[in-house]
């Protein structure tokens, strides 16, 4: 199947991402700016009105005034990993803007695949991811017990793709509408985000998706209540290896290494993009509701 | 388990906890964001300002752009960020705030995003902020770029914020900002 082919047979997928960038990133950012007429909000509405680690790391560091101060952010963190436990990753995997520019990159540069990132082992990936989720919320432990001194600091606002991503929205849109953000200036932590995000984990990695495998706080938990949820009998993704037919071809549209050498899937990794299931010729992999077949 | 695993789970947890402490290391180097409050006085020394919310730790700035790491000096050197996400009402009585930036030649940027309304003319939150409350949502930065002229000069920028009360004209706190070049030199000479 050649690209146009993929392209066609995910054609709802990559229309949900326009949106997402549309509802979530100024100058557009309509939800925000939805929620900000209702609540009589005056700030500039921006993805940061979405952020996708900060609320994590109050969660973890047991900061409730932060989470009642701040509603708007908490309510979407608890709506997207609530949907992530009964629907899967679905955030991820249809409609984070920024996901979807570093998938859309490495879709658009014709690297050669020799030289890109693939890890193929499923168990070595998720320790990687779940060594960062781990490292993170111990950041934020230590710094809610107190006891991150002046040695160890939140690795949010500094670390940040979204910045980066509304940064370059303004760059590109501000001439359009008003916008929040700023392309001018660039900290060495935004260099290395920039780098980390879109160079290695665009362009140089397999699938496009290095940031939300390895340092997306917000995926890593999503992925630990879609685990919990497809072993509930949640809507997931299923494999039935009597139709494989074990051509490889969704490993080859994965776009989080997320199929495992037997082709069943990883469900710590997967974020229910359905790729997959597009792709596979004998109908091996499905979408599934209800116990029958849940994941052991 | 599978020692690979583990070594891949041990090697991602100590890259994400040396990330929190670089990032210390980062914010020392590269200063961006500092609390405001009102009334402070004249901060020509680091002072924690104490009131119904939290303690606030108001401290003059300096930014030195020669203690920038070597990939901010190669990509962005001449780009100076400050800003606050805190401006606090410490005193007794409402106050309109006015942000006045003094002495400043160098082209800068206002960036600024509030829950509060904010006058980009007259600089001014133009709603009177209560004893106590804090200017809410705010994301305020300044983009100072330096003209070449003036990136090897020891000090690019000598002046400091004044929060002044906009009805009275009374400057409620002032913090002074430099950004220097090869502060440890000068210090020594
Ligand atoms: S893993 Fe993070 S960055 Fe990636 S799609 Fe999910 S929320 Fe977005
Ligand atoms: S396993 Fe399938 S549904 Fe899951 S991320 Fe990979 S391609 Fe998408």
Redo the contacts with the bound molecule.
Sequence with gaps: MNRFEILKKNKWRYISFIIGFLLLVSPFALLIRLEFWITGNLAEPSIHYAC?RMPIGWIFRGAVNYLISRPEMTAFIIG?LGLSLFLG?I???W??????V?EAISRIIPLPNKFRIHIKDTNITSALRYGFFAGYITIYILIGLKLSGDWIGSICCRFC??TILQNLAAGIFGWLLPTYGSIEYWGTASIIVLISWLIIGGIFTYGG?G???FF?????F?NLLYKVGAKLGFYRITYNKDKCSHCKKCNLVCPMWAIKSDHSVETALC?NCKECVNICPTGALTMKWGKENATK | MNKKVVIAFLFMFLLTISTGVYGVILSNTEPTLFWFAVPAGNITEPKVLRGPGPPINLTPIKVDIDRFTPLKKFFNPNVVEIGTHWIYNYGKKPVILRIELINCTLPVKWDVSANFPFDEKTHTFTKPLMPGQRIDGLVFHWIFEIPPELMNKPIIYQGGVKLIDANTGEVLTFIPIEIVRGELMRGGS
Aim: proline share 12%.
């Design positions: 996708l997207v990753p955030f991820c995997g409609l984070c803007p920024v996901g979807a570093s793709a979204s998706r940031w939300c495998l997306c706080p917000l995926g890593a999503s974020i």
